[in-house]
């Protein structure tokens, strides 16, 4: 008696997932970069709206893990933010479909304004470490950098080259909190994607060049990442139609009004 | 009909007593098994005693991150213990029982505040304190300190106050009977009696400190560096796996779960010694 309950309850179950998943629906997994995660899904949506036969699972992990698993072929597509694609990427197709300044920020109150790309990297190096060497008040410089991996600070060290982040520099492990910390911290400096920058911290020009869209566009501003997507082997089906749509006019309009720039 | 008899529902009660055990067992084996050969390819002395952590470069030193969580906890240690033990002295042997009945329970509501909400104050209030009083960044071991003391309040004050008063009345009797004062009791007599469940509290304390990870990573700045200073910013064992553990793969990732390893044998080792200090209060009643 038991046994047959059991089996009409998996029976049913069965038939609820084949029911719920369609028959002959193509899926596409994208993996990785954080910071491209919130648009991916915003386009995933607006694509499967479109295409209903089409399933759009979109997984974060970082950077690393989208050019591992658009590699092994656990995610149809990997999302990777790096200025220059590691050797492990080299086999795979890889499409810029957005780009993402990063600004260095200190707080509202600290009266720097503008930096040279030396003076950052000093800073970040630590043989910078009072405001008053690059123009400011008398006070320590507090940095504040991300942890090691974050594609954000992998960019940014590469951007400006040759960083050993100084020993004692605050981690934190986002953007969001690297922001909390250098609004609450008045001697502080960070960097973070530019999109997120708001009223309670201070983008500064770099290299007297301001950290605006229009900037970056230009081609300007020197601190910019492009997003790549990763695709093994050549892009065919369903894939290709995603990252046609994500390049289109429509996708590329999404991803301006969420904060990012496009591509192009 | 009856669906499962007595020998049934001892099967099933057994089976899910198991379960709780053989996840620990799952969970001890994966971090071993990922963990341990990193440790021995790489070698335990350069893990264990080399100053630099730079995954990038291929650098895998733990110790300012060992150095920082003994120094974390010791510190919480410092303001948790003195805090809780005199907490749990005026408790058990000079407030009122109406007083115990409502203060007691309030201390251990303390344990079910999420440790984010901590951690958020640690930002909010007590790192600009530091800051503007103390100087450097304010997201600080002292902060760490600060935090983890309070942290572990409810763990010492219930273990403590559960073991004083364990302590038979008839010590207290003849202490009291040959004209000592309640302090003179209480310090001489009950203490005393009561001292390895005191210690047990302290370590079970120590435990939650050096395990505790999202309150530390909120307010100790996760610098990695062997402090100075109670103002240097500091990276626990428990915030070096949370922070770094989304973004590893390969090698780096098989540190973070070695990292695991030596956070999982010092646990182990602190939770022994508090269950035998527990042990031996029971077999001296």
Sequence with gaps: ????????????????????????KTSITLAGSTAFQPFAEKLAEQFMDKNPNVNVTVQGGGSAVGIQSASSGAAQIGMADLVTLPEEAKGLTSTVVAKDGIAIVVNPKNKINNLTTDQARDIFNGKIVNWKEVGGDDVPITVVSREAGSGTRTSFEQILTNITLKKDALIQDSNGTIRETVANDVNSVGYLSHGLINEKIKAIKIDDVECTSEMIIAGQYKLVRPIFLLVKGEMVGEVKNFIDYILSV??????????????K | MKLVGEKGVQRILMITALSAISSLLLIALFIFSEGLPFIFNYGVGNFLLANEWDPSTGHFGIFPMIMSSVWVTLGAMVVGAPLGIAGAIFLSEYASPIIMKIVKPTIELLAAIPSVVYGFIGVMVLAPIIRNNLGGPGLSLLAGCIILGIMILPTVISISIDSILAVPRSYREGSLALGATTWQTTHMVTIKAARSGIVASIILGLGRAIGETMAVI????????????????????TANIALEMSYATGMHREALFATGVILFIIIMILNSIASVAIRNRNAKK
């Excluded at chain 2, 610098?223 to 109670?230: K, Y």
């Design chain 1, 1 to 24: 008696m038991f046994k047959r309950v059991f089996m009409l309850g998996m029976f049913l179950l069965a038939g609820i997932y084949m029911v719920g998943c369609g028959r002959g």
């Design chain 1, 250 to 263: 429509e996708g590329q309009k999404t991803i301006k009004d969420n904060g990012l720039l496009p591509a």
């Design chain 2, 218 to 237: 909120m307010v100790a700045g996760n610098s990695v560096n062997i402090p100075n200073s109670a103002l240097d910013s500091v990276r626990t064992l």
